[in-house]
Antibody
Framework: QVQLVQSGAEVKRPGASVKVSCKAS????????IHWVRQAPGQRPEWMGW????????VYSQKFQGRVTFTRDTSASTVYMELGSLKSEDTAVYYC????????????????WGRGTLVTVSS | ETVVTQSPATLSVSPGERATLSCRAS??????LAWYQQKPGQSPRLLIY???TRATGIPARFSGSGSGTEFTLTISSLQSEDFAVYYC???????????FGGGTKVEIK
């Protein structure tokens, strides 16, 4: 079954870091780029960046540059998103999403999404 | 940064009626636009990409049109399962940026 399975909900203190995993199955992991999108309660989705799963190169949204890191483990078919210096405003559901067409890295449409990981930042 | 505005914020429609949703970009994005449907507690679902191409498995009652700065999603005859929030999404590859509109909630009238 083609799917992205994300890690479970997290509760963090302000200033801490969180690492969310996204495990792919049912398709050739290295062929498809993975993007990360977050959605705060009642808000529009917000793009964080993407990782070229084939070579591991990340691209970050300017907003998160310096605070977020994308990595991947090809042996585990898993990508990771780590966000540091957490603030209450980082409370959101974090999604990984697969690029629709592996041959078109620059057509950013997503046909497969994880179910999301709720990250709550609270003191 | 390209600003994306969706209208209306809420659309009240009776089942079987037509719904027309609008998405406006602050600068021309050619056809680099997608539409997603999101239901409470669920991930977004891709409906339309490239402004007018239906994604795999999407019913023909969903159609997209537009180019440049003005885009439209039309649901020709609303079914009960179509009541949801709809987001448009556009992107620029360089500098890398991807933006979602504020969403249109389609509710039962």
């Amino acid at each position: 079954q083609v799917q992205l399975v994300q890690s479970g909900a997290e509760v963090k203190r302000p200033g801490a870091s969180v690492k969310v995993s996204c495990k792919a199955s049912g398709y050739t992991f290295s062929r498809y780029a993975i993007h990360w999108v977050r959605q705060a309660p009642g808000q529009r989705p917000e793009w964080m960046g993407w990782i070229n799963v084939g070579n591991g190169n990340p691209v970050y949204s300017q907003k998160f540059q310096g605070r977020v890191t994308f990595t991947r483990d090809t042996s585990a078919s898993t990508v990771y998103m780590e966000l540091g210096s957490l603030k209450s405003e980082d409370t959101a559901v974090y999604y990984c999403a697969r690029l629709m067409d592996p041959s078109r890295y620059f057509d950013w449409y997503f046909d497969l999404w994880g179910r999301g990981t709720l990250v709550t930042v609270s003191s | 940064e390209t600003v994306v505005t969706q209208s209306p914020a809420t659309l009240s429609v009776s089942p079987g009626e037509r719904a027309t949703l609008s998405c406006r970009a602050s600068q021309s994005i050619s056809g680099n636009l997608a539409w997603y449907q999101q239901k409470p507690g669920q991930s977004p679902r891709l409906l339309i990409y490239g402004a007018s191409t239906r994604a795999t498995g999407i019913p023909a009652r969903f159609s997209g049109s537009g180019s440049g700065t003005e885009f439209t999603l039309t649901i020709s005859s609303l079914q009960s399962e179509d009541f949801a929030v709809y987001y448009c999404q556009l992107y620029n590859n360089w500098p890398p940026a991807l933006t979602f509109g504020g969403g249109t909630k389609v509710e039962i009238k």
